[in-house]
């Protein structure tokens, strides 16, 4: 008898032996195939730090410049890196500036160092603004939409460090929109600061992907190159949903607007409101006419964000997107609906912005005489196509699937 319950006792032990060491190889392969953390190009100081020593260092930063809790400024200072200009770009330093308002100069409270506006009338560094420079480096965070002004500002940086021989390194960090590809692409003919490249409106691109796109297709002035060195993260892939640690500008304040931001921008150029001066932007739609919609908000003047907003201190009415699902990607349905809704030739408030924003007039031609969103989104796919080809080239990280 007592030989039999301990047979019994040994089996039922090996049997849990057995499932405790299938579980524990479970998690082995669990953990093998588990993506390592994501470290920003910033934090990653062994790769760059030694090519800083002795240098003569400007930096292109504003508010989402952070290393962890302190920003790259403080950081690079209290590893001895000499720096001696700080460049600001849409919205300042300290990310503070209304959309579109102009930037001043000045000094920097707490480090005294001189920061110089690369917005308003002063977008490219001059001569003189990189006279005593060695090195350029450029940590912003990026939303992926050909019309965010932050790859412009970078653009433009690229070409001054090309022209006078400035060495530039991006510190790269994810791209909220680096998931898909989207949109129409720029004409040429209608290059601006809201949109100076061949891309899409969703450009699937990292910065520092897109600096090397710049660089290597030689879309700089005189087909020049950038002496450039791009700071890859660690455990970024292009699937990385990443909730960005700090909203890169006034009213992009969460992940929604970031989500939304390159399909409601459309709108800004209208008789719209996107949601400025509110707690929500670019996650409503509305007009002063009760017949849009049930949901209602009231644009107010918000100092930093949105100083005088459009429809101020009227009741607008539409739609709350607010509970949309995350990760929605671009479309054109909000702008087809209210174009139709509106019907009107004075829906659009400026067709040059408009047309600058689309990339073209085809995308506004199309609206007015009636085209589905289907027969408009079929228009791009030849030359989306080609891009997509183009920006396999640049990649630095693995593709989203």
């Given at each position: 008898?007592f030989?039999?319950?301990?047979?019994?006792?040994?089996?039922?032990?090996?049997?849990?032996?057995?499932?405790?060491?299938v579980l524990?190889?479970?998690?082995?392969?669990?953990?093998?195939?588990?993506?390592?953390?994501?470290?920003?190009?910033?934090?990653?100081?062994q790769?760059?730090?030694?090519l800083?020593?002795?240098?003569?260092?400007?930096?292109?930063?504003?508010q989402?410049?952070?290393?962890?809790?302190?920003?790259?400024?403080?950081?690079?200072?209290?590893k001895?890196?000499?720096?001696?200009?700080?460049?600001?770009p849409?919205?300042g330093?300290?990310g503070?500036?209304?959309?579109?308002?102009?930037?001043?100069?000045?000094?920097d409270?707490?480090?005294?160092?001189p920061?110089?506006?690369l917005y308003?009338?002063?977008?490219?560094?001059?001569?003189?603004?990189?006279a005593?420079?060695?090195?350029v480096?450029?940590?912003?965070?990026d939303?992926g939409?050909?019309?965010?002004t932050?790859?412009?500002?970078?653009?433009?940086?690229?070409?001054?460090?090309?022209?006078?021989?400035k060495?530039?390194i991006?510190l790269?960090?994810?791209?909220?929109?680096?998931?898909?590809?989207a949109?129409?692409?720029?004409?040429?003919?209608?290059?601006?600061?809201?949109?100076?490249?061949?891309?899409?409106?969703?450009?699937?691109l990292?910065?520092?992907e897109?600096a090397?796109?710049?660089?290597?297709?030689?879309?700089?002035?005189?087909?020049?190159?950038c002496?450039?060195?791009?700071?890859?993260?660690?455990?970024?892939?292009?699937?990385?949903?990443?909730?960005?640690?700090?909203?890169?500008?006034?009213?992009?304040?969460?992940?929604?607007?970031?989500?939304?931001?390159?399909?409601?921008?459309?709108?800004?150029?209208?008789?719209m409101?996107?949601g400025?001066?509110?707690?929500?932007?670019?996650?409503?739609?509305?007009?002063?006419?009760s017949?849009?919609?049930?949901?209602?908000?009231?644009?107010?003047?918000i100092?930093?964000?949105?100083?005088y907003?459009?429809?101020?201190?009227?009741?607008?009415?539409?739609?709350?997107?607010?509970?949309?699902?995350?990760?929605?990607k671009?479309?054109?349905?909000?702008?087809?609906?209210?174009?139709?809704?509106y019907?009107?030739?004075?829906?659009?408030?400026?067709?040059?912005?408009?047309?600058?924003?689309?990339g073209?007039?085809?995308?506004?031609?199309?609206?007015?005489?009636?085209?589905?969103?289907?027969?408009i989104?079929?228009?791009w796919?030849?030359?989306?196509?080609?891009?997509?080809?183009?920006?396999?080239?640049?990649?630095?990280?693995?593709?989203?699937?």
């Amino acid at each position: 008898m007592f030989l039999w319950v301990q047979n019994k006792y040994d089996m039922k032990r090996l049997l849990v032996l057995s499932i405790f060491s299938v579980l524990t190889i479970a998690c082995q392969i669990k953990n093998e195939h588990k993506e390592p953390p994501l470290t920003i190009g910033a934090a990653l100081f062994q790769n760059y730090l030694p090519l800083l020593k002795n240098k003569n260092i400007a930096l292109i930063v504003n508010q989402t410049s952070m290393v962890g809790n302190t920003h790259l400024v403080d950081t690079l200072l209290s590893k001895g890196i000499n720096i001696v200009k700080i460049f600001a770009p849409e919205h300042g330093f300290r990310g503070s500036a209304d959309a579109g308002e102009h930037v001043e100069d000045g000094v920097d409270v707490k480090t005294n160092i001189p920061i110089v506006s690369l917005y308003g009338d002063h977008k490219k560094p001059t001569e003189d603004d990189l006279a005593t420079i060695d090195i350029v480096i450029f940590d912003i965070q990026d939303v992926g939409v050909r019309f965010y002004t932050y790859i412009s500002t970078m653009h433009l940086a690229m070409e001054a460090c090309a022209e006078q021989n400035k060495k530039f390194i991006v510190l790269d960090r994810p791209n909220p929109n680096g998931h898909y590809i989207a949109g129409p692409i720029l004409d040429m003919n209608y290059k601006s600061f809201v949109g100076m490249h061949p891309i899409p409106i969703v450009h699937g691109l990292t910065i520092g992907e897109f600096a090397l796109m710049i660089n290597e297709e030689e879309w700089l002035t005189d087909k020049a190159h950038c002496d450039l060195n791009v700071v890859k993260m660690m455990g970024y892939t292009h699937n990385t949903r990443y909730e960005l640690p700090v909203k890169p500008s006034p009213n992009l304040p969460n992940k929604r607007s970031i989500d939304l931001y390159p399909s409601l921008c459309l709108l800004e150029p209208t008789v719209m409101s996107i949601g400025r001066g509110t707690p929500f932007p670019f996650q409503v739609v509305g007009y002063p006419d009760s017949t849009y919609g049930n949901f209602s908000f009231k644009p107010v003047s918000i100092i930093g964000a949105s100083k005088y907003p459009k429809h101020e201190n009227e009741s607008c009415y539409g739609e709350d997107l607010r509970e949309m699902p995350t990760n929605t990607k671009f479309s054109i349905s909000w702008l087809i609906k209210y174009y139709q809704e509106y019907s009107d030739s004075s829906f659009f408030t400026s067709k040059s912005f408009f047309d600058k924003l689309a990339g073209n007039s085809i995308l506004r031609e199309q609206l007015q005489h009636g085209l589905s969103q289907m027969e408009i989104e079929e228009s791009w796919e030849i030359e989306l196509e080609k891009y997509a080809l183009l920006r396999k080239k640049h990649l630095l990280y693995p593709d989203f699937n």
